[in-house]
């Protein structure tokens, strides 16, 4: 009986220790959502990504609707927060998308879900080029 | 003034706008129906909006209301209302102000985003904008001379619930009405709908005007329902009116030719409206003041 006992204990101990690891492993990995977006936000793809074309559109409708909060470079003006931080500049686009649409209402940004689902990646496309063009300089 | 000399200066001052003003893109083309979009924080609208119709065996009149909508905050926009309205062989009166606040209930963006509303109205009798049909509202009340009409005070408080979703590209909006004059009389009910959406979803590159983008198509429909004493009786004014809206460089110029369904409605009305912000509007007050 004894030496199962401590083969028992033996298992016992590595899987604390693999559940350890595991559990370690998954807090490093598992960064916060980009405004608290849920999970399937971030999945989302964009039917627009590396598109010069929606890129330009994208621009457009940039200075039409965000540029009067935001500034022309993406700087902020007044309470609207500059989008050249980490937070945004490492926001998928899908996070990026899902803020676009919902906005933050209590904090002034408002949603954008008036905006056709095309116009609103459009934007995305166009923040993620600028951000490429930050991380190229 | 004559009717002819205010169509001049009323066209005269859409063109003026359109010359000088900025606006946002992403309102819609509706003039009675409201969707669940707020104005942005700190951000002023000025709308104008005309009405011309004529009331069987009466005169033709022009109608028009200056708005000016605020976002105060993301959830609450607050909108304050100046009305007039000029009839042929008659006179141009003043008929009154509204004030009116917008509340979104739900933070997120649902599959209906509901919007609570509440103004109030101190107009007279005179009032021809047809802002809303309510209750038993006719063409005949067209037919009081503007002498006579504006003595009738009207003290009243609207409240709406606002139902709004946006689904591929479409806007679907609808709007329940309850009246009531605070002097007295039963609570007067009506109803708005509306649906748009713009020729194309995705933005074109270049900057242009005759774009489809540009362009939203839609329409509206609106009438009474009757009182808290006889709801859904005969008699009320129904409505209906294609809309189109076309953004014209972050100008969005809006018309609707307007049919009406029954006996009580107006036969043919038009409307027709322009609207502009001013970004950073109360970030620019205040700055004023600091200063």
Not at chain 1, 18 to 40: D, G, H, I, K
Not at chain 2, 261 to 268: F, H, K, N
Request: proline fraction near 5%; glycine fraction near 10%; hydrophobic fraction near 40%.
């Amino acid at each position: 009986m004894r030496p199962r006992v401590r083969s028992l204990s033996g298992v016992t101990i590595i899987l604390a220790i693999v559940t350890t690891f595991c559990l370690t492993l998954s807090t490093v990995a598992q960064e916060p959502s980009f405004r608290n977006a849920p999970a399937s936000a971030a999945q989302m793809k964009n039917p627009y990504e590396d598109n010069p074309g929606a890129a330009a559109a994208g621009k457009k409708l940039y200075g039409q609707n965000c540029s009067q909060c935001h500034g022309n470079n993406l700087q902020g003006m007044g309470p609207a927060p500059t989008l050249i931080n980490p937070a945004t500049q490492k926001a998928k686009p899908g996070e990026l998308f899902w803020f676009i649409t919902n906005g933050d209402l209590n904090k002034g940004m408002p949603s954008w879900a008036g905006l056709p689902k095309p116009q609103r990646w459009q934007i995305v496309t166009f923040l993620e080029s600028k951000f490429s063009e930050g991380k190229a300089k | 003034m004559s009717l002819r000399q205010a169509i001049l200066f009323l066209a005269a001052s859409l063109l003026f706008l359109l010359a000088v003003v900025p606006a946002n893109a992403g309102d819609r083309p509706y003039f009675i129906t409201y969707d669940s979009n707020m104005e942005e924080p700190g951000t002023l609208e000025i709308e104008t909006m005309g009405l011309t119709g004529q009331p069987k065996g009466g005169d033709a009149f022009l109608a028009g209301l200056m708005e000016f909508e605020y976002g105060a905050k993301g959830w609450w926009t607050t909108e304050f209302y100046l009305d007039g309205q000029t009839t042929a062989n008659q006179s141009t009166v003043f008929t009154g102000f509204r004030w009116e606040n917008r509340f979104r209930m739900l933070m997120k963006e649902h599959f209906v985003n509901p919007v609570l509303y509440v103004e109030f109205e101190n107009i007279n009798g005179a009032d021809k904008t047809l802002k809303e049909v309510v209750g038993y509202d006719s063409q005949f009340d067209g037919l009081v001379p503007n002498a006579i009409a504006r003595q009738d005070k009207l003290r009243e408080i609207e409240t709406k619930l606002i139902l709004s979703s946006n689904l591929n590209g479409w806007n679907i909006s609808e709007n329940f009405i309850a009246e009531k004059n605070l002097a007295g009389g039963p609570w007067e009910f009506g109803y708005a709908a509306a649906v748009s959406r713009p020729l194309a979803l995705a933005a074109s590159p270049e900057e242009c005007v005759l774009c489809r983008e540009n362009f939203q198509v839609g329409a509206e429909f609106y009438g009474g329902l009757g009182t808290a004493e006889k709801f859904l009786g005969g008699g009320t004014s129904q409505y209906v009116a294609p809309v189109i809206g076309w953004q014209v460089h972050d100008v969005l110029l809006k018309i609707a030719p307007t049919f009406g369904l029954t006996g009580a409605s107006y036969r043919v009305m038009l409307r027709f409206g322009v609207n502009y912000e001013i970004s950073g509007f109360g970030r620019k007050l205040r700055k004023l003041f600091q200063q």
